[in-house]
């Protein structure tokens, strides 16, 4: 009897430390999903991916903070550090995954060396996608900024302009409709591809792996280094999931590893 009993025990013992469970907020598309995605990687690697899907940018952030959930995964570095600072929490990225990217357009020119002097060019008029296509428009040696690496920057911002660019605010929607009309216009890939765009092909530049904006997992600094979040940091990083993004969206989201 005794022991059948300490069998019972061991079987009851290793059934609980079969897998741990690891809790992640998520925004539905394209990171719930992603994450969906390598949950039966995890599985076969001891770990039960729970995936708590969010509609809002505040308690994914909220709940890792207090311990509620482990990790998340929505934003990206220049938010966090955003909300880090204003809510007095000390969140840290653990890995980047993914990159939702803007890419610059021309109807008119096959390479960025053809835009002429004096060329109209048209960005996003928010301030958080003004400031990434004048990063970009930076980075393809257009202009310079003030500050090189400011996020927030604005067409104020421009220290040098050597080609005297002619450049215009516009409702980030509206940008597609009048490509035809302007030398070079920065869009978001969502809006490229409802405008039959491809950004893999037909950007002349667009935001890679080195961006400020790449979507990052996120955790504390108490369980970043966790053997269950390095799993999954793992799995993220893997082959099969660069093709599930490559091959699901299409150039709307790109990997960032």
Known sequence: ??????????????????????????????????????????AKEGVDLKVKVFTDYIQPNVQVAEKR?????????????????GKGTNLISVAGVHLEPLGA???????LEDIPSGANVVIPNDATNGGRALLLLQKAGLIKLKEASNILSTPKDIAENPKNLKI???????????????????????????????????????EGSDSPYVNILVARPDNKDSAALQKLVGALHSPEVKAFILEKYKGAVIPAF
């Open 1 to 42: 009897m005794k022991k059948l009993l300490a069998a019972i025990a061991a079987v009851a013992a290793f059934s609980a430390n079969a897998a741990e469970t690891l809790s992640v907020a998520a925004t539905a598309v394209p990171h719930a999903e992603i994450l969906e995605f390598v949950k039966p990687t995890l």
């Open 105 to 111: 357009y021309s109807n008119k020119f096959k390479k």
């Open 168 to 206: 215009r605010e516009l409702e980030a929607a509206t940008l597609p409709r009048v490509l035809t009309q302007v030398d070079l216009a920065l869009i978001n890939t969502n809006y490229a591809l409802e405008a039959k765009l491809n950004p893999q092909k037909d950007a002349l530049i667009i």
């Open 69 to 85: 959930l482990d990790a998340n995964f929505f934003q990206h570095q220049p938010y966090l550090d955003e909300f880090n600072k």
